[in-house]
Structure formats: C-alpha cells, structure tokens
C-alpha cells in the first residue's frame, strides 16, 4: 500500500494495510481539532457498470462511489456522509467478457464518528422504561440508559402505549418532585444536550430474533447525568434565574 498522506497536512493519520468487507483500503484520515466529523482518505478498486460509461469519467465515479459508501458504516471507521472529494483515478481496464470499466480511485469520505467525551445536541426519538433514544436526523442509535440519566429520576408511563412515557429528573426538595407538574422533564420539546460515552460495532448476528430490534452496525451511548446536559430548557432557566439574583 502506498503512503499518500505526505505533502498532506494531516492533523492526525493512521496507515491500515488492510481490506475491509467493503473491498476497500483506509490510508489516512484528517480530523479538524476534535469534531465529530473526518475526512478519511480510501483507496478502493471500483468497477464502473456499463451503463454509466456515457457520463464523464470522475462524475461517473462518484456516482458509484456515491451507491456503494453513502449511509454506510464502516466498522471502526463511522457512518459514510458524503464523497469529499476524488484525488486521483488511475486504470480505465475493461477485462475479458466484462463490458464493466476497473479504475483504482484513491478519494475522501466525510465520516460520522464523534469521539469519547464530545457533547452533541440531538432531538429525543424514544422514551421507555429502559432509557431515550436520541436522533441527529441522518442517525437514530444513539441510547441514554437508565444509570446515564440524571439522578434521581424516574419513569412516568403513558396509559395504554407500549412501554413508552417520560423520564423526570427529581431535582429539588421532595414537595417539588411531588407537584402536579414537575419541572424537569424530558418530553421531547426541546432539543437535549449529551456527552458521549461510547462508540460500538456490534457484530453482525447470524440469526434474528423474531421481535428483535433491526440491527444496528454502530451505536452511541450517551449520558446526560453532568451539569449543562439534558434538555437545552433546564438549563436556560437556571441562566435567568441566576441573572435575575
């Protein structure tokens, strides 16, 4: 494998000499401080299908390129955003009895991945007995446990629905955590802040239980159990009340 990354100004890079299922190889990879976004350099062997060989060769290439990464995740790499970018495009070979042109392409992928610690503010997916669900809009499986949430809360269950209802913190003296409507509550109203705890690749099952959830190829965990996270509104509240004082 080729070391491509010099004369690049890398912030940080790993050199991996190894295929991954995708059948491509990760050279290097370019995070801007410490973001939840990377641009990630791959070089992969593309095979172009005939019937995009009437189109301009690069715009070609990225629309394939586009069908094979985009909304895919890569294990220990993160979800796939966007082709940044194509750095090269070498070959054009058109094989015996395959009317399909191979081109080695060497190119960058805007790659979901945030790292360990970093706060994201996401909008509330789900709320059951086991915890939130918290969605970016282009990705849903992100997971606040029970022991992640703030401390003390509890679960209050909405009436004839399938496990789900709303998490309240019980912040305060007892007389506040008993009122009718309690002040700390995480129903979805406003967006919530969290801190991240882990990133995982589950690996892919071999069987699929009936009922079970449909796989997910990487999950965050989050908590909310820290000063400044939760829902946006709690905290814009203490602001006031402290100017106020």
């Known amino acids: 494998m080729r070391d491509v990354s010099s004369g690049i100004e890398w912030h940080r890079y790993l050199k991996i000499a190894a295929a991954t299922p995708l059948g491509f190889i990760f050279i290097a990879h370019h995070r801007q401080q410490k973001k939840m976004f990377y641009l990630s350099l791959i070089e992969h062997t593309l095979r172009l299908p005939p019937h995009l060989l009437h189109l301009p060769v690069d715009e070609a290439i990225k629309s394939e390129l586009e069908t094979l990464f985009l909304d895919k995740v890569i294990a220990k790499l993160g979800l796939c955003i ?108 406003d967006p919530i802040k969290f801190r991240v705890d882990s990133v995982i690749y589950p690996s892919i099952p071999l069987e699929q239980p009936e009922n079970s959830k449909p796989f997910a190829p990487m999950v965050i965990t989050g908590t909310i159990n820290y000063d400044g996270l939760g829902p946006v509104s709690w905290w814009e509240e203490a602001e006031m009340i402290q100017e106020d004082e």
């Open 82 to 189: 966007s082709v940044y970018d194509i750095r090269s495009i070498k070959g054009g070979f058109i094989f015996p009895g395959d009317g399909a042109s191979t081109y080695t392409v060497e190119f960058r992928l805007i790659v979901f991945r945030p790292f360990i610690g970093e706060i994201i503010v996401a909008k509330l997916k789900e709320s059951d007995a086991s915890g939130l669900r918290l969605s970016l809009g282009f990705f849903d499986d992100i997971y606040i446990p029970v022991h992640l949430l703030p401390t003390p809360s509890r679960f209050e269950a909405i009436p004839n629905t399938r496990n789900q209802g709303r998490w309240i913190w019980d912040f305060g003296d007892a007389e506040e955590a008993q009122s009718e409507e309690p002040r700390f509550v995480i129903d979805g109203s």
